[in-house]
Protein backbone atom coordinates (compact mmCIF):
# COMPACT_ATOMS: atom_id res chain seq x y z
CA UNK A 1 0.00 0.00 0.00
CA UNK A 2 0.98 3.36 -0.72
CA UNK A 3 2.01 5.78 2.25
CA UNK A 4 3.15 9.38 2.75
CA UNK A 5 5.54 10.76 5.05
CA UNK A 6 5.44 14.62 6.37
CA UNK A 7 9.32 14.07 8.57
CA UNK A 8 8.46 17.69 9.54
CA UNK A 9 5.84 17.99 12.03
CA UNK A 10 6.21 21.84 12.76
CA UNK A 11 8.34 24.70 10.90
CA UNK A 12 8.85 28.00 11.05
CA UNK A 13 9.91 30.31 8.48
CA UNK A 14 10.93 34.32 9.15
CA UNK A 15 8.39 36.78 6.50
CA UNK A 16 9.75 37.10 3.17
CA UNK A 17 12.07 34.31 3.11
CA UNK A 18 12.17 30.94 1.87
CA UNK A 19 11.50 27.94 3.60
CA UNK A 20 11.25 23.87 1.96
CA UNK A 21 8.26 20.95 3.59
CA UNK A 22 9.67 17.43 3.11
CA UNK A 23 7.42 15.34 1.62
CA UNK A 24 8.35 11.51 0.87
CA UNK A 25 6.36 8.61 0.22
CA UNK A 26 6.05 5.15 -1.16
CA UNK A 27 4.55 3.36 -4.16
CA UNK A 28 5.30 0.51 -6.76
CA UNK A 29 3.46 2.75 -9.43
CA UNK A 30 5.34 4.28 -12.31
CA UNK A 31 2.58 6.83 -13.03
CA UNK A 32 0.75 8.72 -9.83
CA UNK A 33 -0.25 12.00 -9.07
CA UNK A 34 1.20 14.45 -5.77
CA UNK A 35 -0.81 17.10 -4.31
CA UNK A 36 0.18 19.66 -1.62
CA UNK A 37 -2.95 21.27 0.26
CA UNK A 38 -2.85 24.16 2.85
CA UNK A 39 -5.43 23.86 5.77
CA UNK A 40 -5.75 27.33 7.56
CA UNK A 41 -6.94 28.32 11.10
CA UNK A 42 -10.83 28.04 8.88
CA UNK A 43 -10.03 24.43 8.62
CA UNK A 44 -10.81 24.60 4.22
CA UNK A 45 -8.79 22.75 2.72
CA UNK A 46 -7.30 24.54 -0.13
CA UNK A 47 -4.93 22.87 -3.10
CA UNK A 48 -2.00 24.57 -3.43
CA UNK A 49 0.11 22.89 -6.27
CA UNK A 50 0.12 19.20 -7.66
CA UNK A 51 2.35 17.23 -9.94
CA UNK A 52 2.37 14.25 -12.30
CA UNK A 53 4.81 11.45 -11.93
CA UNK A 54 5.41 11.92 -15.98
CA UNK A 55 6.43 14.80 -16.09
CA UNK A 56 10.06 15.84 -15.41
CA UNK A 57 9.35 19.81 -14.88
CA UNK A 58 8.61 20.60 -11.13
CA UNK A 59 5.55 22.27 -11.00
CA UNK A 60 4.95 26.18 -9.60
CA UNK A 61 2.54 28.23 -9.09
CA UNK A 62 3.70 31.49 -7.92
CA UNK A 63 5.63 31.17 -5.10
CA UNK A 64 5.09 27.99 -4.74
CA UNK A 65 7.17 25.43 -6.71
CA UNK A 66 8.20 21.38 -5.63
CA UNK A 67 11.33 19.93 -6.26
CA UNK A 68 10.11 16.41 -7.69
CA UNK A 69 13.00 13.41 -7.41
CA UNK A 70 10.78 10.60 -8.53
CA UNK A 71 13.59 8.35 -7.81
CA UNK A 72 14.32 9.31 -4.67
CA UNK A 73 10.37 9.35 -4.12
CA UNK A 74 10.83 12.74 -2.33
CA UNK A 75 8.13 15.95 -3.37
CA UNK A 76 8.73 19.25 -1.63
CA UNK A 77 7.12 22.49 -1.35
CA UNK A 78 9.11 25.62 -1.54
CA UNK A 79 7.99 28.67 -0.23
CA UNK A 80 9.39 31.60 -1.09
CA UNK A 81 8.93 35.20 -0.18
CA UNK A 82 6.53 34.06 3.09
CA UNK A 83 3.92 35.92 3.74
CA UNK A 84 2.10 35.96 7.31
CA UNK A 85 -0.84 34.45 5.26
CA UNK A 86 1.19 31.42 4.31
CA UNK A 87 0.72 30.55 7.84
CA UNK A 88 -0.88 26.80 7.81
CA UNK A 89 -1.48 23.64 7.96
CA UNK A 90 0.07 21.98 4.96
CA UNK A 91 -0.50 18.17 3.55
CA UNK A 92 1.26 16.30 1.07
CA UNK A 93 -0.96 13.64 -0.60
CA UNK A 94 -0.56 11.22 -3.28
CA UNK A 95 -3.06 9.67 -5.71
CA UNK A 96 -2.88 6.26 -7.58
CA UNK A 97 -3.96 6.58 -11.43
CA UNK A 98 -5.70 3.36 -10.61
CA UNK A 99 -9.21 3.92 -11.11
CA UNK A 100 -10.09 0.43 -11.51
CA UNK A 101 -9.33 0.06 -7.43
CA UNK A 102 -8.57 3.33 -5.90
CA UNK A 103 -10.93 5.23 -7.75
CA UNK A 104 -8.78 8.55 -7.21
CA UNK A 105 -8.49 8.38 -3.64
CA UNK A 106 -6.19 10.32 -2.05
CA UNK A 107 -3.61 9.24 0.48
CA UNK A 108 -2.53 12.00 2.63
CA UNK A 109 0.39 12.52 4.97
CA UNK A 110 -0.03 14.01 8.85
CA UNK A 111 0.90 16.97 7.75
CA UNK A 112 3.68 20.10 8.93
CA UNK A 113 1.93 23.04 11.06
CA UNK A 114 4.30 26.33 9.25
CA UNK A 115 4.13 29.55 11.80
CA UNK A 116 5.09 32.61 10.18
CA UNK A 117 7.15 35.47 12.22
CA UNK A 118 6.30 38.78 11.57
CA UNK B 1 -20.79 29.09 -7.70
CA UNK B 2 -20.29 27.44 -4.18
CA UNK B 3 -18.38 24.47 -4.75
CA UNK B 4 -19.01 22.19 -1.85
CA UNK B 5 -21.01 22.60 0.91
CA UNK B 6 -21.54 20.55 3.87
CA UNK B 7 -23.82 20.76 7.01
CA UNK B 8 -24.36 21.10 9.65
CA UNK B 9 -20.93 22.66 10.44
CA UNK B 10 -20.83 21.54 13.87
CA UNK B 11 -22.64 18.90 16.03
CA UNK B 12 -22.30 17.58 19.20
CA UNK B 13 -24.17 14.33 20.01
CA UNK B 14 -24.55 11.89 22.77
CA UNK B 15 -23.67 8.21 22.48
CA UNK B 16 -25.41 6.14 20.94
CA UNK B 17 -27.38 8.88 19.07
CA UNK B 18 -27.55 8.97 15.22
CA UNK B 19 -27.00 11.74 12.94
CA UNK B 20 -26.67 12.52 9.03
CA UNK B 21 -23.94 14.66 7.44
CA UNK B 22 -25.13 16.16 4.29
CA UNK B 23 -22.71 17.18 1.21
CA UNK B 24 -23.60 18.39 -2.04
CA UNK B 25 -21.56 20.21 -4.73
CA UNK B 26 -22.80 21.88 -7.65
CA UNK B 27 -20.16 21.57 -9.97
CA UNK B 28 -21.22 18.50 -11.62
CA UNK B 29 -18.72 15.87 -10.70
CA UNK B 30 -19.27 12.49 -10.91
CA UNK B 31 -16.96 11.54 -8.10
CA UNK B 32 -17.52 12.14 -4.18
CA UNK B 33 -15.30 11.25 -1.04
CA UNK B 34 -15.61 11.49 2.97
CA UNK B 35 -12.68 11.80 5.10
CA UNK B 36 -12.01 11.88 8.64
CA UNK B 37 -9.66 14.23 10.20
CA UNK B 38 -8.16 13.82 13.58
CA UNK B 39 -5.45 15.47 15.09
CA UNK B 40 -1.66 13.96 14.14
CA UNK B 41 -3.32 12.01 11.63
CA UNK B 42 -3.59 13.66 8.47
CA UNK B 43 -7.19 12.74 6.44
CA UNK B 44 -8.13 9.45 6.28
CA UNK B 45 -10.66 8.24 3.52
CA UNK B 46 -14.08 6.70 5.01
CA UNK B 47 -16.01 6.02 1.64
CA UNK B 48 -16.48 7.43 -1.74
CA UNK B 49 -18.47 7.25 -4.70
CA UNK B 50 -17.24 6.87 -7.97
CA UNK B 51 -20.38 7.73 -9.52
CA UNK B 52 -23.94 7.83 -9.07
CA UNK B 53 -25.13 4.82 -7.57
CA UNK B 54 -22.01 3.59 -6.49
CA UNK B 55 -20.39 3.28 -3.62
CA UNK B 56 -17.26 1.80 -1.83
CA UNK B 57 -15.54 2.09 1.46
CA UNK B 58 -12.43 3.32 2.36
CA UNK B 59 -9.54 3.20 4.98
CA UNK B 60 -11.88 3.61 7.78
CA UNK B 61 -15.72 2.69 7.15
CA UNK B 62 -16.42 1.00 10.17
CA UNK B 63 -19.59 3.00 12.07
CA UNK B 64 -20.35 4.84 9.25
CA UNK B 65 -22.96 4.00 6.16
CA UNK B 66 -23.42 6.27 2.87
CA UNK B 67 -25.82 6.80 0.51
CA UNK B 68 -25.00 8.61 -3.03
CA UNK B 69 -28.73 10.60 -3.21
CA UNK B 70 -28.10 11.92 -6.83
CA UNK B 71 -25.34 13.48 -8.74
CA UNK B 72 -24.77 16.42 -6.24
CA UNK B 73 -25.28 14.88 -2.81
CA UNK B 74 -23.70 12.33 -0.85
CA UNK B 75 -24.64 11.22 2.67
CA UNK B 76 -22.80 10.04 5.64
CA UNK B 77 -24.46 8.61 8.77
CA UNK B 78 -23.41 7.44 11.77
CA UNK B 79 -26.21 5.20 13.31
CA UNK B 80 -24.95 4.77 16.94
CA UNK B 81 -22.26 7.49 17.51
CA UNK B 82 -19.18 6.60 19.67
CA UNK B 83 -16.56 9.02 21.38
CA UNK B 84 -14.00 7.52 18.69
CA UNK B 85 -16.05 8.79 16.08
CA UNK B 86 -15.45 12.75 17.48
CA UNK B 87 -13.40 14.59 14.26
CA UNK B 88 -13.92 17.17 11.78
CA UNK B 89 -15.44 15.24 8.87
CA UNK B 90 -14.55 16.72 4.81
CA UNK B 91 -16.43 16.31 1.83
CA UNK B 92 -14.50 16.18 -1.51
CA UNK B 93 -15.57 15.85 -5.19
CA UNK B 94 -13.65 15.04 -8.07
CA UNK B 95 -14.90 15.80 -11.60
CA UNK B 96 -14.04 11.83 -12.30
CA UNK B 97 -11.19 10.23 -15.28
CA UNK B 98 -8.87 12.72 -16.41
CA UNK B 99 -9.30 15.13 -13.53
CA UNK B 100 -7.06 14.86 -11.07
CA UNK B 101 -7.90 17.28 -8.19
CA UNK B 102 -10.17 17.03 -5.38
CA UNK B 103 -12.40 19.86 -3.93
CA UNK B 104 -13.00 19.87 -0.54
CA UNK B 105 -15.97 21.65 1.54
CA UNK B 106 -15.59 23.20 4.58
CA UNK B 107 -15.36 20.71 7.11
CA UNK B 108 -18.53 19.45 9.83
CA UNK B 109 -16.88 19.23 13.27
CA UNK B 110 -18.27 16.42 15.50
CA UNK B 111 -18.07 16.09 19.58
CA UNK B 112 -19.30 12.87 20.58
CA UNK B 113 -19.59 12.85 24.43
Known amino acids: AQTVTQSQPEMSVQEAETVTLSCTYD???????LFWYKQPPSRQMILVIR??????QNATENRFSVNFQKAAKSFSLKISDSQLGDAAMYFC???????????????FGKGTKLSVKP | NAGVTQTPKFQVLKTGQSMTLQCAQDMNHNSMYWYRQDPGMGLRLIYYSASEGTTDKGEVPNGYNVSRLNKREFSLRLESAAPSQTSVYFC????????????FGPGTRLLVL
Open chain 1, 27 to 33: TSESDYY
Open chain 2, 92 to 103: ASRRGPGSETQY
Open chain 1, 93 to 107: AYRSPNYGGSQGNLI
Open chain 1, 51 to 56: QEAYKQ
